[in-house]
């Protein structure tokens, strides 16, 4: 084997040869002068390891078989562009890597210059997918991320989702279902960012109209009358246009807002917090003070709930109800003659408080649950129970009971001795008379009932309150806001003459002796 040293010209060839052909190591130009390959020959035919250069700056660097471009290697265009790994008779097949001059990158499988098997393909931009390929698209299974943080898990076909798949959003939303040809449609499950659910048809990437919620309702009287202090509960429902509950709706997001309609003429006791922040301090109404109702205008109020119950008034009233054919009501008042008839002690001292709960500070907030959102045990406080700084001292809500009422509870300790119980007695009446100012204010200021008038005091004054339950998810669900509903709350004065959340102490069970006193 001889090598030759000639001038290298198109169609010429300078390299070893054998028997007068290429065999070994040699360059030669092709005659278009375009093509000019540098390495391997086997019998005239290029064969081995070599490189094959282009007059554009291009190139390919790597193996050859029977002068073919066929196994590994590597392909550089002139704009930029390089692949790396697998090749079949000049193509692009089996495993390889190609970064394109625009920064796209993909690692994978390849069939005749196209992405064909698995791969991984790098838009450049922060897009990634990893799954399957035909013909250069996303086919079969796979997972695209997009760089807005939006992501798709399931099946493809020709580039767009096909089949059960499984939709992440940006804003944190959820749908897992059937996809044709890029769209929604079929069965699925969608999740909001807010966490309202919805399951079951989808038609062109949208949710039938028939399938959304139209409205809230309230479970119950939209009117409900309470006494001063008691407690309420708020319930509604989420709606379809027939009427029935969206039982799939959860995770929307309500929010409640009470207002004053009116309260009761002359009422002094204590009144929601007005523009002072002061409990029963009149003041100016501020703009934002005010909403609108189907009513009229409201002047906020705030809501709190009791949590912890004294239940002794309701079981005695449940009592009272069994026991009695025709229960008094709570505004009448009996007379000492009649509390004797009744068993019940004549003297007020004979009574025990059941201590009203604190109205504790609570959220206006409810998300819903299988269609439902509730507040329970909520009640209309004179302040905000967060602050504590609107709180007066006992002295200064004392103040604020009526004066022209009865004049509180006279104790054993304190009320004038009579020969004959009762308030005609003139005993009673003459020494009542002669009681000082000193003594009256006193007989205010003890007592059963007049704890329970200072407790009231916790609470916003009687009057007709209004509810208003609005929609207020965001962001809104598929641009949809559920109108609000109203609901009146009717808050009945309890008399400072009333036995209201006062229990005969006959009424209450003696606690049956511990062993330890037994013994």
């Not at 039982?247 to 309500?254: A, F, I, K, P, V």
């Not at 002295?395 to 006279?410: C, F, I, K, R, T």
């Not at 003139?426 to 003594?439: L, Q, W």
């Not at 809104?476 to 109203?486: A, C, G, N, V």
Request: proline share 5%.
């Amino acid at each position: 084997m001889t090598a030759k040293t000639e001038e290298l010209k198109p169609g010429k060839y300078v390299g070893q040869t054998l028997n007068q052909v290429r065999h070994g190591q040699g360059k030669y130009v092709y005659d278009n002068t375009f093509f000019t390959y540098d390495g391997s020959w086997v019998e005239g035919i290029k064969h081995g390891k070599g490189v094959l250069s282009m007059r554009d700056g291009g190139y390919y660097k790597g193996d050859f078989t029977n002068g073919e471009i066929t196994g590994k290697g590597e392909r550089f265009w002139a704009k930029g562009s390089i692949y790396v790994g697998e090749f079949d008779r000049g193509e692009l097949s089996g495993k390889g890597e190609m970064k394109y001059a625009d920064g796209r990158r993909y690692t994978g499988h390849w069939y005749d210059n196209m992405y064909e098997g698995k791969g991984t393909l790098h838009s450049g931009v922060g897009d990634i997918y990893t799954g399957h390929f035909h013909l250069h698209k996303r086919h079969g299974d796979g997972n695209q991320a997009w760089a807005d943080g939006k992501s798709y898990e399931g099946g493809w076909v020709s580039d767009k989702p096909h089949g059960h798949g499984i939709m992440k959003y940006s804003d944190g939303s959820v749908y897992e279902g059937q996809f044709y040809h890029g769209l929604s449609k079929g069965q699925g499950s969608y999740t909001h960012v807010t966490g309202i659910t919805y399951s079951g048809l989808w038609i062109q990437d949208e949710i039938p109209p028939e399938e959304f919620a139209s409205g809230l309702a309230f479970v119950g009287s939209t009117e409900v009358e309470i006494n001063h202090g008691e407690s309420f509960s708020i319930e509604l429902a989420v709606l379809h246009a027939d009427g029935s509950v969206m039982e799939g709706d959860t995770g929307r997001s309500l929010n409640v807002q009470v207002g004053l309609l009116a309260t009761l003429p002359g009422d002094k006791t204590t009144k929601i917090k007005s523009d002072t922040g002061v409990p029963g301090e009149e003041g100016s109404v501020s703009e934002g003070q005010m909403f609108e109702t189907p009513f009229g205008e409201a002047r906020i109020a705030n809501l709190a709930e009791v949590t912890k119950k004294d239940t002794r008034w309701e079981e005695y009233e449940e009592t009272r109800e069994e026991s009695t054919p025709n229960p008094r009501s709570d505004s009448e008042t009996p007379s000492e003659d009649e509390e004797e008839k009744d068993g019940r002690p004549a003297s007020r001292s004979g009574y025990e408080y059941i201590k009203l709960p604190a109205p504790a500070p609570t959220s206006s907030k409810r998300k819903t649950k299988c269609g439902h959102a509730s507040w329970v045990n909520v009640v209309i406080p004179a302040y905000d129970p967060a602050d504590i700084s609107a709180a007066s001292s006992a002295h200064e809500l004392m103040e604020a009971l009526d004066s022209d009422e009865e004049e509180g509870d006279m104790t054993e300790e304190t009320k004038p001795k009579a020969k004959k119980k009762g308030k005609s007695s003139p005993a009673a009446s003459r020494k009542e008379r002669s009681a000082t100012p000193e003594d009256k204010e006193k007989w205010k200021k003890e007592g059963p009932r007049a704890e329970r008038d200072k407790d009231l005091l916790q609470y916003a004054a009687p009057g007709m309150y209004v509810i208003k339950v609005e929609d207020v998810t965001q962001p809104k669900f598929f641009d949809r806001t559920l109108p609000p509903i109203y609901m009146k709350v009717n808050v009945l004065r309890v008399k400072k003459s009333s036995t209201k959340y006062l229990i005969p102490k006959s009424a209450i069970p003696t606690p049956a002796p511990s062993k330890k006193s037994e013994r």
